[in-house]
């Protein structure tokens, strides 16, 4: 399945998180909220670039891990 049924990329160009940025859509119905499509979204915003374009899903994996292992709060594991 398409990702483009999923998510959005954003359109704009901040200088902070990583070049690929996804656009959040508003709900209106609360049980919108806890998809799966959007709960993921804020998340993956967050992380940088060194780890947004690991060349694999291997590669994504380590630097995943290893950005989660250095951050204070935990995040999804």
């Keep these: 399945m398409d990702y483009k049924h999923f998510f959005q990329l954003a359109g704009n160009s901040r200088t902070r998180g990583n070049n690929y940025k996804l656009v959040k859509s508003r709900s209106r119905l609360d049980i919108r909220k806890h998809f799966f499509s959007q709960r993921v979204v804020s998340e993956w915003n967050k992380l940088p670039n060194s780890v947004v374009e690991a060349k694999s899903v291997n590669s ?3 630097k995943y891990d ?3 292992s250095t951050q204070k709060s935990p995040r999804f594991k």
């Design 66 to 68: 290893s950005y989660v």
């Design 60 to 62: 994504f994996k380590n």
